[in-house]
């Protein structure tokens, strides 16, 4: 399991290399935005991967349609040899995910909604792993270099030349700009909803009437010209589009 700095170790396992090598960019983007070092194996087949012998791995995204052994009987195998990684399985259609639920697996995942579910699926299967949250470091007027996880980010708000971060617990400032303080943050984490506003997509429950709805009861004002973009990001990120 990996802790502190180690290096997560990543299976990716399918016979669509066209697939494959798309979900190899987004685990590297997912994993460089947050600095967390990595290193990838791809396979497409799961006799090959199996004959390969590598058995010590932290993460595995895992086809369950593959020809000659599915994805499942891979992950019975597998799991023999080692108990603790994480299990994600993919498919391009819904109809096996139940078999997952007796392996273990921390989420499946339909081909067609990746870009919706993926960045859940590596939360979730990062979590499993007690890899740490995505975490910053801010130095802010009157308290200093300050460490936090961006999860404790409800929104940022400018005025003029005077960034507020409204967190979980308080309110601190910083001058400088709200584009390149944006800029330095997560880009999947984050949405602009206004020129003022900068808003943590796992605060915010509802866009509605041009208006944002957070954790905490927070009503955030969405400008005209950004709303149907905000709408469609928000429910990409839900999962709902």
């Known amino acids: 399991m990996p802790q502190?700095?180690?290096v997560v170790r990543i299976i990716l396992c399918d016979d669509d290399r066209h697939f494959l090598q798309k979900l190899r960019k987004m685990v590297e983007a997912y994993l460089a935005r947050r600095r967390i070092p990595c290193t990838i194996t791809t396979f497409t087949s799961g006799v090959q991967l199996l004959s390969h012998g590598k058995f010590q791995f932290d993460l595995i995204f895992l086809d369950i349609r593959m020809n000659e052994l599915d994805g499942i009987e891979v992950a019975k195998i597998l799991r023999e040899r080692n108990p603790r990684f994480s299990l994600v399985f993919v498919s391009g259609f819904i109809d096996h995910a139940a078999d997952g639920y007796p392996l273990n697996a921390v989420r499946y995942l339909v081909k067609d909604k990746m870009d919706v579910l993926f960045h859940d699926a590596m939360d979730a299967a990062l979590g499993e792993q007690g890899v740490q949250k995505s975490r910053i470091s801010v130095e802010f007027v009157g308290r200093g270099d300050t460490a936090l996880y961006t999860d404790d980010i409800l929104y940022l708000e400018s005025d003029l030349h005077v960034v507020y971060y409204h967190l979980t617990r308080g309110r601190h400032?910083?001058?400088?700009?709200?584009?390149a303080i944006q800029d330095a943050l997560p880009a999947d984490?984050?949405?602009?909803?206004?020129?003022?506003?900068?808003?943590?997509?796992?605060?915010?429950?509802?866009?509605?009437?041009?208006?944002?709805?957070?954790?905490?009861?927070?009503e955030l004002p969405i400008s005209q010209q950004r709303y149907n973009e905000v709408k469609r990001i928000f429910l990409m990120y839900k999962g709902k589009a």
């Open 189 to 218: 984490e984050f949405l602009r909803i206004h020129k003022s506003y900068l808003v943590n997509l796992r605060h915010l429950r509802e866009v509605k009437g041009y208006t944002a709805y957070a954790a905490g009861d927070l």
């Open 4 to 6: 502190g700095g180690c």
């Open 173 to 179: 400032y910083v001058y400088g700009k709200l584009d």
